[in-house]
């Protein structure tokens, strides 16, 4: 969803209409998802990371105030993940993931290969994969929602798709 779709969504909430909110979880919810896992690197965790992000915007949306609100939505995984990871540091788990049944065996080698690799990535290179690839945000909003430069935030950038792009390859170091 973009910014203008999701003003009308909130909106609508805004005014009791909740169908709207399935709708915005339905094209929300798997990049959340997804922005949790990797920064919490705990499924368990991340799905209630997602309930929370959800109950809030359900609860009370964000004012119309907010000029992205994609961003806002991400800022807030964000937040609630590192709040979680400082109460309890969790380790990786690819084992434990539920998505199997979903998946052929050759998908989920390779999803698993692309986790286990972004997992071995430092954290703050995890969190830009994150939230451009997966969030599908620009590198401006996510320079703002981490507090780096934007310069700094494409070089981390970088050096994570060549981290990656090495180990996928075999090339670990």
């Not at 434990?96 to 290179?125: F, Q, R, Y």
């Not at 909003?141 to 780096?148: L, P, T």
């Amino acid at each position: 969803m973009d910014n203008s779709t999701l003003a009308n969504v909130f909106a609508d909430l805004r005014n009791g209409n909740r169908d709207s909110f399935v709708a915005l979880y339905e094209d929300m919810g798997t990049p959340i998802y997804t922005v949790a896992y990797r920064i919490l690197q705990d499924q368990q965790t991340a799905e209630d990371v997602t309930q929370e992000v959800f109950i809030k915007l359900f609860s009370d949306p964000p004012s119309q105030k907010v000029s992205n609100l994609r961003a806002w939505i991400f800022q807030m995984t964000r937040n609630l993940s590192i709040d979680k990871c400082r109460k309890k540091r969790t380790t990786v788990d690819i084992d434990g993931t539920d998505i199997a049944s979903n998946w052929h065996e050759e998908d989920l080698s390779a999803h698993m290969d692309i986790e286990k690799a972004v997992s071995l990535l430092p954290d703050d290179e995890r969190e830009i994969i994150s939230l451009h690839l997966s969030a599908g945000l620009g590198f401006q909003e996510i320079s703002g929602i981490i507090g780096k430069s934007l310069p700094s935030t494409y070089r981390s950038y970088k050096r994570a798709l060549k981290t990656l792009r090495q180990y996928l390859k075999g090339d670990q170091k």
